[in-house]
């Protein structure tokens, strides 16, 4: 019956609770859709590393991320295939040019060279055409996110990058990095375009047989003293870190985050409390005719949970269809699983905070106010 | 059962002095009797309605449901007995808004989270249906009159099978017909239903239906009686 209660009163009380519910709604999607682009933006910063098909990255001593590595000898290469615990490694060019648009402007592009015939730092899916495209030498791809950006090149669109002659021949799709668009090219043609030295490369990538990764890394290491040896996994977390940190992108999101968290919370606060306040009389006779305080919570708290959980479904239901909107278009975003029951929590934990000012108020209705 | 006051005293502090409203009350209620609290406004008798209902500590002095002392109980202990004994009718019927009228008589049974039985409803429709609100059941307090409201909270009293009834100024917002109405149930609930009927009031019209007066000036008991011929007059 106490639950009755609470939800007749939810009902009754549409204003306020249209409120509450704005101020729940409101937590849930701005703070997700701060976080969907947050979690958009850390898979772009390690785009690369991520979708590479390599267990571990070779890249030149002390860097602090996947993109400011110095270009490393071709030679190493050898000593790295010599070992018994490698099942390939392969070099790539990462560097920058100017792609000529259709209307003559230019626009700054990150050229990633992969090298013939096996591709392996090759885009990882494509919109139009495939990967096979850049077995020829002049062949490029650009991204469908960035096709507006260069122009809208169709395929077969003959340019340049810094001068040098490349013909759009794929369409990728989700291949932004974090420095921008990225292209993707043979290995020769991006030395070309980004005149990098004859035998230097930006990174090593190597596949390991099944054996211990981390013995394979150590023995790498001491093989290559004057380069970096990094998992995967470490090298993108560590990009991450290094973008978060850096770039001030980490306190902005986790500033805008709060901001969001607070509206919300206010928004919640002061309905919640408005709504009370406006009921003591029914609080005051619930106590007044047998109602223990503990009663007066479980009503309070009652109305909070109803409030809360359908301010939470709203809330992710526009969520959802906000990141399906933006599924195609330049805000990146990305949400994954395990945040869903973590902004949920967060958001009814913060929800019920915001809701203890009104608690404390309803707990205050005195019984013997009824009588006037 | 009985209910008495024992040296019942009250004080009331205004930020800067204490100011007694009620003194040395010593009484007791009795079953079958429809008793009438009257005299001028801030003579005390809300105060010591309130006292009696347990929704007020006295400074002083102690308040007995027969031999039991239920003076100094903890929060808890004060629900439970209000729960259990009284049933209150106040100035203003005081129905929760979003509840419709049955809902707002088995509120009264469900409050500490007691599970509502088929029979709670049957006996709760057949409450509202005895004081004429059979077809507004289903309806909100805002559908009813003023006489309808506070015949449900009639019902809202009536429901737990109270011992005592507390009524404050329960006909002061009615017209003369409603007002007739209410002390005619009221009178019943004593007389027929042997509960314990206390009513706060200085309206005149209310005194024929009383069955004991008792009158408070400046926080004390100036009067009581039992004789009709005086209990009419008002003078007691």
Known sequence: MRSLIALKMVIHDR????????????????????????????????????????????????????????????????????????????????????????????????????????????????????????????SITVDSLDLDKLGNPPIDYITEINGKRVIVRGITKGARGFQGTLIFAPLEKVR?????????????????????????????????????VYSKEELSKMTKIYYITNTGIGGSFGFSTMIAVLIGVVIITLTMYTSILGRTKDFAVIRAIGGRRKDIAVII??????????????????????????????????????VIPALALGTIVVSFLGGLIALRVALKADPASVFH | MIIKAVNISKDFYDGKQKRRVLLSINTEFYPGELTILSGPSGSGKTTLLSILGLVMSPSEGKVFLDDRDITGLSDDQSA?????????????????????????????????????????????????????????????????????KQRASIARALIKDPTIILCDEPTSSLDAGNGQIV???????????????????????????????????????????KEHSKIQKGVA
């Not at chain 1, 096996?118 to 077995?135: A, H, I, T």
């Not at chain 1, 790498?220 to 970096?228: A, N, V």
């Not at chain 2, 007389?191 to 000036?217: F, M, N, Q, T």
Request: hydrophobic share 45%; glycine share 8%; charged share 20%.
């Open chain 1, 192 to 228: 070309d375009i980004a005149k990098i030295p004859p035998g230097r490369y930006s990174a090593i990538l190597v596949k390991l047989k099944d054996v211990n990764k981390e013995e394979a890394i150590k023995k790498i290491r001491t093989i290559l003293p004057k380069c970096s």
């Open chain 2, 80 to 148: 439970n007995i209000r729960l259990k004994y009284f049933g209150y009718v106040f100035q203003q019927p005081m129905l929760i808004e979003g509840l419709n009228l049955l809902e707002n008589v088995l509120v009264a049974l469900a409050v500490q989270g007691k599970r509502l039985s088929n029979k709670d409803y049957k006996k709760a429709e057949q409450i509202l249906e005895s004081l004429g609100l059979a077809n507004s059941i289903n309806l909100k307090p805002n559908q009813l009159s003023g006489g309808m």
């Open chain 2, 183 to 225: 002390m005619n149930i009221l009178k019943k609930i004593a007389i027929e239903e042997g509960r314990i009927v206390i009513v706060v009031s200085h309206d005149a019209r209310v005194l024929p239906y009383a069955d004991r007066l008792i009158k408070l000036e400046n926080g004390e008991i100036v009067s009581d009686t």
């Open chain 1, 301 to 338: 708290i009652s109305e909070i949970a109803i409030i809360v959980i359908s301010g939470v479904i709203i809330g992710f239901a526009i969520l959802a269809t906000y990141l399906n909107f933006t599924r195609n278009v330049e805000i990146p975003n990305y949400f994954p699983i395990f």
């Open chain 1, 15 to 138: 204003s306020s609770t249209i409120g509450s519910l704005l101020g729940v709604v409101a937590i849930v999607f701005l703070v997700g859709q701060q976080l969907s682009i947050f979690f958009g933006l850390l898979n772009y910063m390690s785009v690369l590393v991520d979708h590479g098909n390599a267990d571990l990255w070779v890249m030149s001593e002390n860097i602090r991320n996947a993109d400011s590595g110095n270009f490393i000898s071709g030679r190493y290469i050898d000593r790295i295939i010599g070992l018994p615990e490698v099942d390939w490694a392969e070099p790539i060019l990462i560097g920058n040019g100017l792609f000529r648009t259709p209307n003559g402007s230019y626009e700054n592009v990150r050229v990633v060279g992969t090298k013939r015939p096996k591709l392996f730092m090759g885009p990882w899916q494509f919109e139009k055409s495939d990967e096979r495209v850049l077995l020829d030498l002049e």
